[in-house]
């Protein structure tokens, strides 16, 4: 028999029981447009990356934040190269 389990599962997802946001709306601060982008609890509770909108592909600056329920907190600015 085949043993799945991990102790350090937690550790090394504290997000990953199923309960944490894995999209997000956001409005693109060059156009105004709506966007939905994917979101991923298991790369931590603080991240900041940089993504192109879907509408007028200029790239922000996203800072997700992840709260103890699993809820995200998403900010997203104009990348200034």
Known sequence: ???????????????????A??????IC???GE?????LDPGSGDDQDYVEDCQVCCQPWRVHV???QQGEASIV??????
Request: negative net charge; proline residues 7%; contains cysteine.
């Open 21 to 26: 946001d894995t999209v997000g709306t956001v």
């Open 29 to 31: 601060p060059y156009c």
């Open 76 to 81: 997203v600015e104009p990348e200034l190269s």
């Open 34 to 38: 709506q966007n939905t982008i994917a």
């Open 1 to 19: 028999m085949i043993d799945f389990f991990d102790d350090d599962l937690e550790e090394d997802f504290p997000l990953g029981d199923g309960t």
């Open 65 to 67: 934040r992840y709260g």
